[in-house]
């Protein structure tokens, strides 16, 4: 049984840091590509970022670019978002989604996505 597990979220001031992870387990490869989505109140949710399977490949939202950092290590079977110089408008439920393998590319919407994991929560406030 696949299952996608999130950590990290918390509160932050704005101009703080968080590292999200995103912990794999179930799949019989880790020939998946994984991205992240965040929802904040409100809205609907949106594509942040993306890694193709062998990392070689990312994709970044334009609002996030150049702050935030997606990794993986496919040996720990983890997937990692660093987010730096955060907002209060980057506020919201951050998930980890991924595609079947084989499913290599990198792609950030919400239908290309397979299985999903139940979110954390981030908010940047003072």
């Known amino acids: 049984q696949v299952q996608l597990v999130e950590s990290g979220g918390g509160l932050v001031q704005p101009g703080g840091s968080l590292r999200l992870s995103c912990a794999a387990s179930g799949f019989t490869s880790t020939q998946h590509a994984v991205a992240w989505f965040r929802q904040a109140p409100g809205k609907e949710r949106e594509g942040v970022s993306c890694i193709s399977a062998t990392g070689g490949t990312t994709n970044y939202q334009d609002s996030v670019k150049g702050r935030f950092t997606i990794s993986r290590d496919n040996a720990k079977n983890l997937v990692y978002l660093q987010m730096n110089s955060l907002k209060p408008e980057d506020t919201g439920s951050y998930y980890c989604?991924?595609?079947?393998?084989?499913?290599?590319?990198?792609?950030?919407?919400?239908?290309?996505?397979?299985?999903w994991g139940k979110g954390t929560l981030v908010t940047v406030s003072s």
């Open positions: 989604a991924a595609r079947e393998p084989t499913r290599t590319t990198c792609l950030m919407w919400a239908d290309a996505m397979d299985y």
